[in-house]
């Protein structure tokens, strides 16, 4: 099992910046990609960000690309995402997530971490 725990949400004004961390646990051996996941009220949850193991490869939605940057350490089975100019559009919980590289989906997943953005 993987544990997944994020941090370093909360309120920005837009064109703001927040970095969220997301801490892994247990078997993180077995992690290959970890992705960032967000989920707006009213709305279905969504894909923002992902990274492979060796940080080679990092995927965007469009929504990201440009103003949010995924990154790793491995060596503290830590993933963040740093994100600039924010918008309130970006207002969502955003969720941490790992996955095995043997599945298309992600089985672990954090408990989420607030972040609003004011206008």
């Known amino acids: 099992q993987v544990q997944l725990v994020e941090s370093g949400g909360g309120l920005v004004q837009a064109g703001g910046s927040l970095r969220l961390s997301c801490a892994a646990s247990?078997?993180?051996?077995?992690?290959?990609?970890m992705g960032w996941f967000r989920q707006a009220p009213g709305k279905e949850r969504e894909f923002v960000a992902t990274?492979?193991?060796?940080?080679?490869?990092?995927y965007y939605a469009d929504s990201a690309k440009g103003r949010f940057t995924i990154s790793r350490d491995n060596t503290k089975n830590t993933v963040y995402l740093q994100m600039i100019s924010l918008k309130p559009e970006d207002t969502a919980i955003y969720y941490c997530?790992?996955?095995?590289?043997?599945?298309?989906?992600?089985?672990?997943w954090g408990q989420g971490t607030q972040v609003t953005v004011s206008s």
């Open positions: 247990g078997r993180t051996s077995s992690i290959y990609a």
């Open positions: 990274i492979t193991r060796n940080g080679g490869n990092t």
């Open positions: 997530a790992a996955k095995p590289d043997f599945l298309n989906e992600y089985p672990y």
